[in-house]
């Protein structure tokens, strides 16, 4: 049982440049979310699929997208990296009772 | 809308020192509150849960009862060690908010031998 896993862990994109992270959850939770975490700033949310087959925005959407592939994945996309996207970003699943699971992360550079 | 509040860190206490950090919310239903925590390099965890008014949520030493009247959920330990230090998020869900947690903005926690 791997929880969230979250592929990759490191990544340096140079502005412009696209590129999408992934994440499954083998927990067969119905709800997904992508966060940010940025220094100063706690979790921020970037956009959250409800179920599958649905997406919704969250807190910081610009500059995003995302894919619920199927129910264990959830990809989110940067079609043109900026210097502002620099950040940690989380994906992580929910259980019925609210209770959130996390993956380790991705912490992404943009040059 | 749903909101959560918790001391600014950081917090630095010595060993075998007795913890407390702050907690308050505002919800219109009648939410279930979380205390996750994120040690260094990692992603959050969930530390425990209370899902009703004077439920405590218990797990490591760490205790924390949801108070209806005080719209509070201050996290407890008795006795911290080095290994506690870490950021600790206080968070609240429920149906009004869809499927969305709400986090506070995390304390992190420096613990001295």
Known sequence: NAGVTQTPKFQVLKTGQSMTLQCAQDMNHNSMYWYRQDPGMGLRLIY??????TTDKGEV??????????KREFSLR???AAP?????????STALSYEQYFGPGTRLTVT | GNSVTQMEGPVTLSEEAFLTINCTYT?????SLFWYVQYPGEGLQLLLKATKADDKGSNKGFEATYRKETTSFHLEKGSVQVSDSAVYFCALS???????TIFGAGTRLFVKA
């Open chain 2, 94 to 100: 429920d149906s009004t908010g869809g499927f969305k």
């Open chain 1, 48 to 53: 959250y699929s409800a179920s599958e087959g």
């Open chain 2, 27 to 31: 919800a219109t239903g009648y939410p």
């Open chain 1, 61 to 70: 959407p610009n500059g995003y997208n995302v894919s619920r592939l199927n």
């Open chain 1, 78 to 80: 940067l079609e043109s």
């Open chain 1, 84 to 92: 502002s996207q620099t950040s940690v970003y989380f994906c992580a």
